[in-house]
């Protein structure tokens, strides 16, 4: 019996050898296929820029010195990674397996919902109060509001400033069971500060909830933005708040279509990405511009930019919208004259805004005789003075509120009186730039927050005459600290003379002095 046994299994080896190598033949090709399969099928055609990330560039054989680049293996390999034939059908396939089976996500930067629905990861901090804004934190972001509300009113504009809510905060019932909420304080606590600072908060997500039973859906499922209808809704509460004439945007009038597809539908499944429904106003945001791009209309122009994308763009209502012109016009045209009317009242806008912002361009486009929208950072407030608008609106996303104490905005500091009460000297370190045309000093004082919780941040900068003056520095905090601060003053005016800064901490009435500094004035002048 065992050597039967032992026989059969011989057979049985032998008669498959051929079996053998036919899979071994087929596991190699198949192997192959990622990379001589990119000589007739890019890893990612039909898919660029879908995961929101910088792909590997191929690898350079020479360093910029023209020596050899003995890195080149690995750089081959990353290059590799992001760009292997059927790259991107794969992780497509991959991600739709995932979903389907195990309702889970690929990547983390997209949650998958239930029904449907996709969020961004970035707001799971927020959703889970993972990183809630701390008390001298919201307290500087109050501050640095404020200086940049009494810097835009002091040269004639209305100032208000808004935050965009995540997707999860207004429609958590989709977020996965895994993820439950975590109440928070943060925007209590930060609208709290605010309104103590007397700044102009546009409350858009109050406005969303009241909206969302009668005006039905206001976010996409498939993106981490409102929808054309949610903006409309955050438009009128930001017209509201700061006081302007509207425009005679009738949300009952909007076309439905089914052609929308979102940012994480897209970054999930790169070549299956399913389109959703949006709704669109003719003239407004229908595409029907003058160069046919998204969120265009026949209502308005762009004056500088080519698309709501773009990181400026400056747009005016179109030719002949105005009070005067409605005598004999059709309905439709009656509108817009009449949204003509509401710009010549409004006066002029200027917007820095984030992505949230690229669906609100169309509406403001049509309420005011000029309006420019910028994406730049650090907020440049200085061209406050040189554009003389009527209104200055902030917008960002909830998830990015805490940069409103992470970077001081371009524009001078206000110069104020205070009374010294002493010294009290802490360990402060700062690093004075000229940038353009502002001198900025930047620095910490050491345990600032703990010592002196609801101090601001005085800097007085003297000549080699022992002259000088004193200005309110902007309050910065960063991931783990609330101790940093930041002046700006005119370079013309002191980064040829400023020899010595003084660091105070209090309120103008009484501030101590902790720290001092010397200032190389010819070496700020250069």
């Not at 009494?150 to 997707?167: H, I, L, N, S, T």
């Not at 101090?455 to 000549?463: I, Y």
């Not at 002046?487 to 101590?512: F, M, N």
């Amino acid at each position: 019996m065992a050597r039967r046994a032992r026989n059969d299994i011989t057979r049985t080896l032998t008669g498959s050898r051929g079996v053998a190598w036919a899979f071994t033949v087929a596991a190699f090709a198949l192997m192959l296929v990622p990379s001589v399969g990119l000589l007739w099928a890019p890893g990612n055609e039909g898919a660029v820029g879908a995961e929101k990330r910088e792909l590997a560039a191929p690898p350079p054989v020479l360093t910029a010195e023209g020596a050899p680049n003995v890195d080149v293996l690995a750089d081959a390999g990353e290059w590799f990674e992001d760009h292997f034939a059927y790259r991107a059908a794969l992780v497509d396939a991959g991600a739709r397996l995932y979903a389907g089976a195990f309702g889970v996500s690929t990547t983390d930067q997209v949650i998958v919902g239930r029904q449907g629905w996709l969020y961004y990861g970035g707001t799971l901090a927020d959703f889970q109060d993972r990183a809630p804004l701390r008390s001298r934190q919201a307290r500087n972001i109050a501050h640095n509001l404020r200086l940049m509300q009494d810097y835009c009113e002091a040269q004639g504009a209305r100032f208000a400033v808004m935050a965009a809510p995540d997707k999860n905060a207004l429609y958590p019932e989709a977020m996965p069971y895994y993820y439950p909420p975590v109440p928070g304080s943060s925007e209590e606590r930060l609208a709290q500060r605010l309104a103590e600072f007397g700044v102009r908060f546009v409350d858009a997500s109050g406005a969303l909830r009241q909206a969302m039973g009668s005006e039905g859906l206001l976010y996409y499922r498939g993106d981490s933005h409102w929808n054309e209808k949610g903006a409309l809704v955050a438009q009128d509460a930001l017209v509201e708040d700061v006081g302007l004439a509207k425009a005679p945007f009738d949300a009952a009038a909007m076309e439905e279509r089914h052609d929308y597809v979102g940012d994480l539908e897209r970054m999930l499944y790169p070549l299956s990405a399913a389109p959703e429904e949006d709704w669109v106003l003719a003239g407004v945001n229908d595409g029907s511009g003058a160069n046919g791009a998204p969120r265009s209309g026949s209502r308005w122009r762009f004056v500088e930019g080519e698309g709501v994308e773009d990181g400026l763009v400056r747009t005016e209502p179109a030719e002949g919208l105005t009070a005067g012109g409605a005598e004999g016009a059709g309905e439709g045209a009656r509108e817009a004259v009449a949204g003509g009317a509401v710009a010549e009242a409004n006066g002029t806008l200027l917007m820095f805004r984030d992505s949230f912002g690229n669906s609100l361009v169309p509406y403001l486009a049509c309420e005011f005789q000029r309006a420019g929208f910028s994406k730049m950072l650090p907020y440049d407030l200085l061209s406050v003075r040189e554009e003389r608008p009527s209104v200055v609106v902030v917008e960002r996303a909830q998830r990015h509120e805490a940069y409103w104490a992470e970077e001081a905005p371009l524009m001078p500091c206000p110069r104020v009186e205070v009374q010294a009460a002493g010294r009290e000297p802490m360990a402060v370190e700062a690093t004075a730039t000229v940038d353009g045309p502002l001198l900025r000093l930047k620095g910490r004082v050491a345990g600032l927050a703990a010592r002196w919780p609801e101090a601001d941040v005085f800097v007085r900068l003297e000549g080699a005459d022992g002259q000088g003056a004193t200005y309110e520095a902007f309050a910065l905090s960063d991931g783990s600290s609330d101790d940093g601060f930041c002046l700006s003053v005119s370079a013309e005016a002191w980064s040829r003379r400023a020899t010595r800064a003084v660091v105070l901490v209090g309120e103008p009435g009484a501030a101590v002095a902790v720290g001092e500094m010397p200032l190389d004035a010819g070496a700020l002048a250069s």
